[in-house]
């Protein structure tokens, strides 16, 4: 990616259905509502094999308190900066607007190149420029010819890369300590809304990267961020809050939830913040066993930790409720901080955790060890009588990671009793510090499938 491209206009002109035309998938959500998008966006665009940085921004709001509008309008701002060209788009169905005028001249001032984009120019032949009627008005602007396109049906691509060619240069090298062929880890922070989920993201980066305040809600798609960190990458992704199923229902709040859903199944790693001061609530163990679900890696923050009056109970209350609510996964870490003064965790004690648990999630136990523990693990505590007859454990091997997955091979593999796979998972996770990561223990009839003529 040799240039970046920032797509900015009013709400509800076209920026995100754009935006996921040019990265050439469904990244950003898009709803008839105005405003669903607030955060900055970035993905790769390509047209025709020209690959460049692309931003989704906020509408542009004529805003300048303290509003949230005042803040998205700040998002904006920055990403025109980090910008080379900025698609400025109207919507050529509806016709100018005063809001177009106004931002069209806040434009002009900008340094970057504003290329005039007419949306929803549907079949844009002599024929139907009249149903546009904001193709005509657009020259008024004074931003040069307007380029006019389709995004949801992809029409006008064509004209888009002949403006946006000429900004390609000579690719820049890639940052110190990067491998081209390393794949950053994916970190999802997840959990209720308002519990400072965007606030860590921003911590994390250093940068007021994510939209914060305090309305509940802010966050609505899943903003994905890579950056690097003593030499290894992470893509840190920041999602929508998530509520009880029943509390969703307004149709742009299920289309994040989703989005949120989403995250966690593509993540390898997932952050689970959680607010100090109401501790771990139903909600928090939901969204906890949905990761163990989808066999993630899990770690807990306990964010607000300024505001904690007494922090030993604080601790203390979450502990118990993990080992009560979520038996699974135990030795799930737990990391105090405060996003938004800093105090406690930040990248320092954050990441390492993070690097951590995700080597354990990658790990895999040699099969001779794991044997050899078998062994023991049966001496010490035999399998029960199963309608008279004691089932034989023959063999264990581990036969994936990202969750570790391992394989026993029984003689009564049906007649081994779920109390006694716990006891072999809970020993395979103490004897081999296999801490806050699903396990999966499968068993299965036959003999040794690795012994000649077996198998």
Not at 249 to 276: H, M, N, W, Y
Request: charged content about 30%; some cysteine; overall charge positive.
């Amino acid at each position: 990616m040799t240039f970046t491209v920032a797509i900015v206009g009013r709400p509800n002109v076209g920026k995100s259905t754009l935006f996921n035309r040019l990265a050439g998938k469904r990244l950003a959500l898009v709803d008839d509502t105005p405003g669903v998008t607030r955060d900055r966006r970035e993905a790769e665009g390509n047209i025709a094999g020209l690959r460049f940085k692309l931003i989704d921004t906020a509408g542009l709001e004529d805003a300048g308190d303290d509003s949230l509008e005042a803040r998205m309008r700040a998002q904006t701002e920055q990403a025109l900066e980090d910008a080379d060209a900025v698609l400025f788009v109207i919507d050529a169905r509806a016709g100018l607007t005063p809001l177009d005028e106004h931002f069209s001249g806040w434009l002009r001032r900008r340094s970057a190149k504003v290329i005039l984009v007419a949306n929803k120019c549907e079949g844009h032949g002599a024929k139907s420029l009249g149903a546009a009627s904001g193709l005509p008005e657009a020259y008024s602007l004074g931003l040069g010819d307007p380029i006019p396109i389709s995004a949801e049906h992809g029409e006008g691509m064509g004209d888009l890369y002949d403006v946006l060619a000429p900004f390609e240069k000579d690719a820049s090298a890639p940052p110190e300590g990067k491998d081209d062929d390393e794949r950053p880890l994916q970190l999802a922070v997840i959990g209720r809304p308002n519990v400072g989920k965007s606030t860590l993201v921003n911590r994390l980066l250093g940068e007021e990267r994510m939209l914060t305040g305090p309305e509940a809600g802010i966050t609505r798609d899943s903003i994905s961020t890579t950056f690097w960190h003593k030499g290894r990458g992470v893509q840190l992704v920041d999602t929508a809050g998530l509520r009880r199923k029943a509390r969703v229902k307004e149709k742009l709040e299920g289309l994040s939830v989703g989005d949120s859903l989403r995250a966690i199944r593509f993540a390898q790693v997932t952050a689970l913040v959680i607010d100090a001061v109401t501790g771990l609530e139903k909600q928090d163990l939901t969204i906890a066993r949905l990761v163990i679900k989808e066999g993630r890696a899990l770690i807990i923050i306990l964010n607000k930790w300024d505001l904690a009056k007494d922090r030993k109970k604080a601790l203390g209350q979450v502990a118990d409720r993990l080992r009560t609510s979520l038996p699974k996964v135990r030795g799930v870490p737990v990391i105090t901080c405060s996003a938004l003064s800093g105090d406690g965790a930040g990248a320092g004690d954050l990441l390492p955790a993070v690097f951590e648990i995700f080597d354990v999630w990658s790990g895999r136990v040699p099969t001779g060890r794991l044997n050899r523990w078998l062994e023991a693990v049966v001496e010490r505590h035999p399998p029960p009588l199963v309608q008279g007859r004691r089932p034989r454990l023959r063999y264990i091997t581990q036969a994936k990671t990202r969750p570790p997955t391992f394989v026993v091979f029984s003689s009564r593999a049906k007649g081994l009793p779920e109390a006694y796979v716990r006891y072999l998972t809970n020993a395979l996770r103490e004897d081999f510090n296999l801490p806050g990561t699903p396990l999966r223990l499968h068993v299965r009839k036959g003999e040794n499938p690795y012994v000649e003529g077996k198998g």
